[in-house]
């Protein structure tokens, strides 16, 4: 037999086999591993630190360092699928008609030896119970097959036929998944957008391959605003954004996290934020020699003449982190300070630190006193068009496993046979394709249900 | 009365249920598992309360969220889903010995919540990432999974100490048929199935609307795929390879263990984005 098979046959036979399927998986969900404990779509040096060169080599042959994109488990996907699509045609070919027959029939001799029948006896006749039984066999199962013996009379109802095919929409649901997951990945894109209060673009750049895309529409961040609690803890991040078609405003609309904006097959997130530096603010500056105070505001750029004209400050910029002495001091304003004929030299203010400036013991000191904080919006910017087929697959295989693991295909067989003038004898069993159990206990019920009457 | 004092006296009402429950099981006392089941239902009644009152706390501390957003919540939780699941199963199947191999784990889970000093009980407010309505039906379908992936594991066992001989004499050879612990473990290994899918496509919805994208690798996702895996593999092996018997309970005990590192490994070993719990 094993022979003379051709060898597209061998290839059949090797990709319908569930020895396959349970190999693939064993190899999905083991090397699933790695990439969780490698780190992933690091810089080289970080992966030269973290492992050293030689295993650096590796991760990079084996592309350990963006691991569910690379060629081999992508493979490894592939095969499942095409395991999944074979097993599926062949079992189906091959048990269609056995499930599905043109008329459904029953051998009542497989029914009478079952583990799980039940017997008891009646006083009233075989017809009169042949009659009610098919009353309640029907109100509880459904159409009931009738057959005469020489003694008696047979029984057959069932239902749940079609619940052989929920492992098929469970199969089927996960095609339907990676088909979904391909056309994201192919016709879709993920960007991450900054966006400045105020600032408006309509090109982004993915986030993978800095690829450029154009937008049909241009945001505009308005505003953000993050609110905390109490705690010190982030309570909710808002974006204000207004679309822009063609250059006149579309609509406004606050975006929230769990809250995006979805429009024209593009979703827009909330999904981080910072501080921009900000473009003006007030200085303080105190003359150390006369305590004469002067308080000016300044944009950026902008430079200002110092008391009894000793030089002049010039306003060049803000930086998010300052570093000092191995110290992270956070957000600082710096300023040039050039005293007549002097060099000039740079100082940093601290916005947290408003003394800082003082330590210095110059002539004059200098604090930053008030400055509209700015703020920009981190949005990710998505396009997904493969998201409805992977919806469909959720559905389907959240049905398909239930119709698999709780529905069952339940036959009940009943045989009614009369044993001497006054008694007839009954006997009540039933088989199911999953959960015998279950199955035991609603031929008890049933048992009771017909004792009863 | 708050809710800390009423899931504290719980972790002690749990503690008492596995002592009946070994005691029957060690002195072949029925009337022991009788007790053992009863004081599951009271500790499982002052758990719920504790859920309850501790949801209403969080409204008057002005957060109002549900109790699932912290590792003390998910423990608590996990021991509710465990015990109503258990109590289920001891109804339905009227075996009381395997309160033996299931208690404990209802017992350790809210123990750890209360007594290890690196899981805060303090109610603290949601993150923003966190509310969603999603949230409810994610955490409720995942630990309804791990409930049932607990009680297949501690049903697992049962392979191991049974004596095959019918006529041992050991304490072991009162425990349930073969044919019963292999219908209870694939039933709580198919219900777990059914809800770990539903927790985890209840979560890339959820993904998908709060950050853009339904599934990232992030470690815990890709974790709870891993144990996904492992138990469709379990399924592949018993419907389609005929496996049974302890062949089959190893795996069953490798699919827990990644539930427990998809729980508390990813959280404690690793970062991403479910570090808050």
Redesign the interface.
């Known amino acids: 037999m094993k022979k003379n098979k051709s060898i597209p046959q061998q290839i059949w036979l090797f990709f319908c086999s569930v020895r396959l399927t349970v190999y693939t998986l064993v190899l999905l969900a083991s090397t699933s591993i790695f990439g969780t404990v490698i780190l992933q779509n690091g810089s080289p040096t970080q992966y030269v630190n973290l492992y050293g060169k030689g295993f650096y080599n590796l991760i990079k042959v084996l592309k350990l360092d963006d691991m569910y994109q690379a060629w081999w488990f992508l493979f490894l996907l592939l095969l499942l699928c095409i395991n999944i699509i074979v097993c599926s045609i062949e079992r189906l070919s091959l048990t269609w008609k056995i499930i599905f027959p043109k008329r459904i029939t029953f051998n009542p001799d497989r029914f009478k030896i079952l583990k799980n029948r039940e017997t008891f006896t009646s006083e009233k006749g075989v017809n009169t119970l042949a009659a009610e039984y098919q009353t309640i066999l029907f109100k509880k199962v459904g159409k009931v097959l009738y057959e005469k013996t020489e003694n008696g009379g047979v029984m057959y109802a069932e239902r749940g036929r079609w619940s052989r095919l929920g492992v098929y929409v469970v199969h089927a649901s996960i095609i339907l998944l990676v088909v979904g997951a391909l056309i994201g990945a192919v016709f879709g894109f993920k960007a991450n957008l900054r966006l400045d209060e105020g600032a408006k673009t309509d090109t982004l750049f993915t986030t993978k391959s800095r690829t450029p895309i154009q937008l049909p529409f241009s945001i505009q961040c308005n505003e953000f605003e993050v609110r905390f609690y109490d705690t010190g803890a982030p309570d909710e991040f808002r974006s204000n954004l207004t679309i822009l078609e063609e250059g006149k405003e579309s609509f406004t609309k606050d975006i929230r996290v769990n809250q995006p904006l979805r429009y024209k097959g593009i979703n827009i997130f909330q999904s981080s934020y910072g501080t921009a530096a900000p473009d003006s603010a007030v200085f303080e500056i105190m003359d150390n020699t006369t305590q004469a105070i002067l308080t000016k505001s300044l944009a950026v750029g902008e430079q200002l003449t110092l008391p009894g004209d000793a030089g002049i400050f010039e306003f060049q910029g803000v930086l998010p982190n300052f570093k000092f002495r191995e110290h992270n001091l956070g957000q600082a304003f710096f300023g040039k300070i050039t005293l007549t004929g002097k060099e000039g030299f740079q100082i940093p203010l601290p916005t947290k630190f408003p003394t800082f400036d003082k330590m210095r013991k110059g002539q004059f000191s200098f604090v930053v006193k008030k400055f509209d904080q700015r703020y920009y919006t981190g949005l990710q910017v998505t396009k997904d068009p493969g998201i409805w087929y992977v919806y469909a697959g959720f559905i389907l295989m959240i049905l398909g496993c239930w119709i698999t693991f709780f529905v069952s295909h339940q036959s009940y067989f009943i045989e009614i046979k009369t044993s001497d003038q006054n008694t007839t004898c009954v006997l009540v069993s039933g088989k199911a394709n999953r959960n015998n159990f279950g199955m035991t206990l609603k031929i008890k019920k049933l048992v009771t249900l017909l004792k009863d009457k | 009365m708050n809710s800390s004092f009423l899931l504290s006296t719980t972790t002690f009402i749990y503690a008492l249920a596995s002592v009946f429950y070994i005691g029957s099981f060690s002195f072949k006392k029925q009337v022991l598992a009788r007790a053992g089941f009863w004081v599951i239902v009271i500790g499982f009644i002052t758990n719920t309360a504790g859920i309850l009152l501790r949801w209403v706390e969080s409204y008057q501390m002005g957060?109002g969220h549900a109790p699932f957003s912290n590792m003390y919540e998910s423990l608590v939780f996990f021991s509710w889903t465990v015990a109503i699941l258990y109590i289920f199963v001891e109804l339905k199947?009227k075996e009381s010995i395997i309160g033996v191999f299931v208690s404990p784990l209802i017992f350790l889970a809210i123990a750890y919540a209360s007594f290890d000093p690196n899981v805060s009980s303090k109610i603290?407010?949601l993150?923003?990432?966190l509310?969603?309505n999603w949230l409810i039906a994610h955490v409720i379908a995942c630990f309804l999974g791990y409930a049932g992936f607990a009680l297949a594991f501690g049903f697992s066992f049962i392979y191991f100490v049974k004596p095959k001989d019918p006529k041992s004499t050991s304490v072991f050879s009162r425990l349930p048929s073969w044919e019963m612990i292999d219908?209870l473990t694939y039933?709580m290994i198919?219900?777990g199935?059914?809800f770990l899918?539903?927790g985890i496509?209840t979560g890339?919805?959820w993904a998908?609307?709060?950050?853009?994208?339904?599934?990232s690798?992030d470690?815990k996702e890709?974790?709870s795929?891993?144990t996904w895996?492992?138990y469709?593999?379990f399924l592949?092996?018993r419907m389609?390879?005929g496996w049974n018997g302890s062949k089959l309970a190893i795996v069953s005990i490798v699919g827990f263990i990644?539930v427990l590192f998809t729980y508390f490994g990813?959280n404690y070993v690793?970062s991403g984005l479910h570090s808050y719990g």
């Open positions: 957060y199947y603290s407010p993150i923003p990432a509310k969603s219908e039933q198919v219900f199935f059914l899918t539903i496509i890339a919805v998908n609307s709060a950050w853009g994208k339904y599934w690798w470690p890709t974790w795929l891993i895996f492992v469709a593999i592949h092996l389609m390879r990644a990813v690793l």
